[in-house]
């Protein structure tokens, strides 16, 4: 069980509507099924990830989010799940808005662009970043949409989205983001994870 | 003249006699039928383990190990046995010859008790619904009340979601694969033309072979041919035969086979016919084609699946191009509208529309997960 999954879980209530959005092995919606006792299901693009999810009970379609979302009726889920795949899409601002149509809630991962060693890289090196979070180099990377919180914090102010919890995570400790210390926060923290509901 | 002969022997074909009414979609009351069937592994004490496979168009009850009739491999040998995808360790496997079929289940071929002579074309039409609910009669005679899961691919595949949306109670899964809830325009199509070049074979004699003591091998053959090229794709073809000579070393020039692929399809379409027969083919294709999921539950097919709990898991194929993975996601999609608990593969092969007969390894991957996942669930549910 991944550190963040733990912190993705604790946002999930008790027998709810789960959609988790680029699943993966199935990994976490197993987990939130056996200790959150939701009804969940996956979307995962990874024909053999989706073959794992399968074999492990659970209810996973082979698909493309940006591609299959708008066939997923509106307020179907009570969660939708979006663990570090924004910055992969070419519309992620459409993805996130279909998310919080499909669901009455979002949470949403990204790793931070903000953060201070990603910036000091950038500027001291003058090559794009490659750090723990962002593995890949330039030409190999699946990102095609960076982001840092401020900007996630922006989107969601541009399109009236409530954020109900803004995490920050770095270096396995977890901490609160507010408007108070968002600058700092978006230096200092790896990765960022919202709790966001349609306003 | 006779291309290929095979050795059949029909003696040993397993079925009941059902002294039940069938009622018909066609209005016609079926009184008493029987029902030919194989059952492979055994049914678990509190009956938990039974799976029902549905067979095919070609198809038959002898879905793996020898088929008695033909001395050869059950159709889906590769998917279902001792320690395959479908696991007969484990599972308890049902498979019937349909309605309509030729295997010794009631259909054309048999004889029709008000006139002592094979029915042929006074059988009446049959559709995947009676297909289907003369099978769960066999379910009650075999005292299962609910099945792990009812799993069947391309015509197969339609009776396992016909199943669902009669008999929602009954199945805990539903594996539909290489299917559509509806036939196409294009399927209707190849099947006309398999029904017209048997009709067109004097042979056929206005369906009275039997009677009259005649074979249509040539419409019949023809038929299977059709299908067979719907059933490949263009790349599995090229890769397969390309335009390979059959056994000469240039082209002769006349319209003998000279190409690989031609001598092909004339093995797979003469083999064909001494075990299978051509008003059967007549009649299977039919109930495929009036198959209508969408015009059933008045153009809304989410409804037809609405208040079932059953878990699905849909497989679709990358080229099959008879039911392509566009219709698949039809179901899946409305499926999803309903909540049900859907799981969806496309599987990326160059096998077409074949791909679930053949060995598969990601394929048989998904199917002995979703099976495996889901008699964990039900094993503990029932």
């Known amino acids: 069980m991944k550190f963040e999954d733990d912190i993705l879980s604790g946002l999930i209530d008790i027998n709810s509507r789960v959609l988790d959005v680029g699943c993966g092995d199935g990994s976490l919606l197993l987990h939130l099924k056996k200790n959150k006792r939701v009804d969940g299901r996956g979307l995962e693009i990874d024909q053999k990830l989706v073959q794992e999810s399968v074999a492990k009970g659970l209810a996973v379609i082979e698909g493309d989010a940006e591609k299959d979302l708008v066939d997923y009726p509106s307020n179907s889920f009570d969660f939708a799940i979006l663990n570090q795949s924004l910055q992969q899409f070419y519309d992620p601002r459409k993805v996130v808005n279909e998310l919080l149509r499909i669901a009455k809630s979002a949470i949403i991962t990204i790793p931070n662009f903000g953060y201070w060693k990603v910036r000091l890289s950038l500027l001291l090196k003058g090559t794009m970043p490659v750090t723990e979070n962002l593995p890949n180099f330039w030409y190999n990377t699946p990102n095609l949409h960076m982001c840092t919180i401020k900007d996630f914090h922006n989107l969601c102010e541009l399109d009236n989205i409530n954020i109900i919890k803004s995490i920050s995570v770095s270096s396995g400790k977890i901490g609160n983001i507010q408007k108070s210390n968002l600058e700092i926060k978006n230096l200092t923290s790896e990765i960022g994870i919202f709790l966001v509901r349609k306003s | ?382």
Not at chain 2, 130 to 145: E, T
């Open chain 2, 1 to 382: 003249m006779v291309l290929f002969e095979m050795n059949l022997n029909f003696n040993n074909i397993k079925k009941i006699t059902l002294d039940k009414t069938l009622a018909l979609d066609c209005g016609v009351e079926l009184n008493g039928f029987d029902i030919a069937y194989e059952t492979y592994g055994t049914l678990n004490e509190n009956k938990s383990n039974a799976i029902l496979v549905f067979h095919a168009l070609s198809g038959d009850q002898f879905a793996t190990e020898t088929n008695t009739v033909t001395g050869k491999d059950g159709w889906w040998s590769y998917a279902i046995g001792k320690g395959k995808a479908v696991d007969t360790n484990k599972y308890f496997v049902i498979c019937a010859n349909v309605l309509g079929g030729c295997m010794g289940s009631t259909g054309p071929k048999e004889i029709d008790p008000s006139t002592g002579k094979p029915y042929g074309l006074n059988f009446p039409v049959v559709t995947i619904k009676d297909m289907v609910s003369a099978q769960v009669h066999l379910l009650d005679y075999l005292g299962i009340k609910k099945t792990l899961s009812v799993i069947g691919g391309s015509m197969g595949g339609m009776q396992a979601l016909q199943f669902c949306t009669l008999f929602p109670e009954r199945t805990f899964s539903s594996i539909p694969i290489a299917c559509a809830a509806s036939h196409s325009a294009q399927n209707i199509a190849f099947n006309e033309l398999a029904r017209q070049a048997i009709m067109a074979d004097q042979e056929w004699d206005g369906g009275n072979y039997l009677t009259s003591g005649k074979i249509p091998r040539k419409g019949l053959a023809i038929a299977r041919m059709a299908g067979h090229i719907s059933y490949l794709s263009e790349q599995g073809l090229q890769n397969k035969f390309g335009r390979k000579l059959q056994e000469k070393s240039d082209l002769k020039f006349s319209f003998d086979a000279d190409f690989e692929v031609e001598s092909y399809l004339k093995y797979q379409g003469y083999s064909f016919v001494d075990r299978f027969d051509a008003n059967s083919y007549m009649y299977i294709t039919r109930a495929m084609d009036y198959f209508d999921l969408y015009k059933a539950n008045n153009g809304n097919l989410s409804s037809a699946f609405k208040n079932s709990k059953i878990k699905y898991c849909i497989v679709s194929f990358s080229t099959d191009w008879l039911y392509p993975t566009s219709e698949s996601k039809k179901i899946v999609i409305a499926l999803n509208a309903i909540g049900a608990e859907v799981s969806f593969v496309e599987i990326v092969t160059n096998n077409g529309h074949d791909s679930f007969l053949v060995n598969e390894p990601a394929f048989f991957n998904t199917l002995r997960g979703f099976v495996d996942s889901a008699y964990e669930d039900f094993k503990n549910e029932i």
